[in-house]
Nanobody, 123 residues
Framework: QVQLVESGGGLVQAGGSLRLSCAAS????????MGWFRQAPGKERAFVAA????????YYADSVKGRFTISRDNAKNTMYLQMNSLKPEDTAVYYC????????????????WGQGTQVTVSS
């Protein structure tokens, strides 16, 4: 079983950047495909990005394509989400997730979740 902890959230102005990290413990991260999801107040949890276990494939929601970059460093047991050109509508709690199968954009497919980190983008 793997434990996930997100960090790097905060308050940023529109147009700014943040880098989120997801640190894993308990098992090596290379055993898992990983994803980022976000949940804004009053909305359902939404897919942001996903990455294969070896980083060879990445997937993005249309709303973040070209602005966000997902990556991973299995040697450091850490996954990242670089967020550039942030918009107020990116405001949400961001969660990292892991699954022992192929990458997926469906949150129901993920077995392990972090506690989330708040990202707030001011206009």
């Amino acid at each position: 079983q793997v434990q996930l902890v997100e960090s790097g959230g905060g308050l940023v102005q529109a147009g700014g950047s943040l880098r989120l990290s997801c640190a894993a413990s308990g098992r090596t991260l290379s055993s898992y495909a990983m994803g980022w999801f976000r949940q804004a107040p009053g909305k359902e949890r939404a897919f942001v990005a996903a990455i294969a276990w070896n980083g060879a494939s990445t997937y993005y929601a249309d709303s973040v394509k070209g602005r966000f970059t997902i990556s991973r460093d299995n040697a450091k047991n850490t996954m990242y989400l670089q967020m550039n050109s942030l918009k107020p509508e990116d405001t949400a709690v961001y969660y990292c997730a892991a699954r022992t199968d192929y990458s997926s954009s469906y949150y129901e497919d993920y077995e392990y979740w972090g506690q989330g980190t708040q990202v707030t983008v001011s206009s």
